[in-house]
């Protein structure tokens, strides 16, 4: 039994590697400028504890994100990020899943993204308020070399009871 656990252990481990020939670990840095397009929902609360939207003032926001993960056939990176948001004084965090993908290998390739997640803003509320976050995006891809590119998208994103538009400029390595 021993030896079979030790057999199947060696089996996985040599069929992860020849998977994983073209996996490489990637860093990705991003900052965005949230643009606010509306509010995803309407309340008309005369609930006494109600202080308004999560983003009360529409506020535009920025964000600062970094993703570490795994670039896997030069086309897709999957990780893991953390980000620090600040809607125009209010000040939050976020982390969230990002998967990425470039179909072309040339130097400049359409790149298209997702990100899902949580993040957490101290707005009115006393202990802040936290919300899920979603984005799909679209930009430009520049390979500077085998190690090294340059983004530039734009998408949609949700979180907070709003709607943004993201602008984001980012590198990877």
Request: overall charge positive; charged content about 20%; glycine content about 10%.
């Amino acid at each position: 039994m021993k030896t079979l656990k030790i057999i199947i252990t060696i089996l996985i481990s040599i069929i992860t590697a020849n998977a994983c020939s073209q996996c490489h670990h990637a860093i990705k840095v991003e900052t965005g400028y949230l643009y606010f397009i509306d509010h995803t929902i309407t309340i008309d609360s005369d609930n006494p504890d109600w202080k308004g939207y999560k983003l009360n003032d529409q506020q535009n926001g920025v964000d600062f994100n970094i993703i570490n993960g795994i670039r896997f056939r030069e086309h897709y990176m999957a990780g893991i990020g953390l980000g620090y948001l600040n809607f125009e004084g209010i000040h939050g965090s976020a982390m969230f899943a990002d998967l990425e993908y470039a179909p072309l290998k040339r130097k400049i390739s359409p790149v298209f993204s997702i990100k899902a997640g949580y993040n957490h803003i101290w707005n009115q509320y006393e202990k802040g308020s936290g919300s899920a976050l979603g984005e799909i995006g679209a930009g430009i891809k520049y390979k500077a070399n085998k190690k090294l590119s340059f983004h530039i998208q734009a998408g949609i994103s949700r979180t907070q009871q709003a709607q943004f538009f993201p602008v984001r400029l980012g590198f990877s390595f």
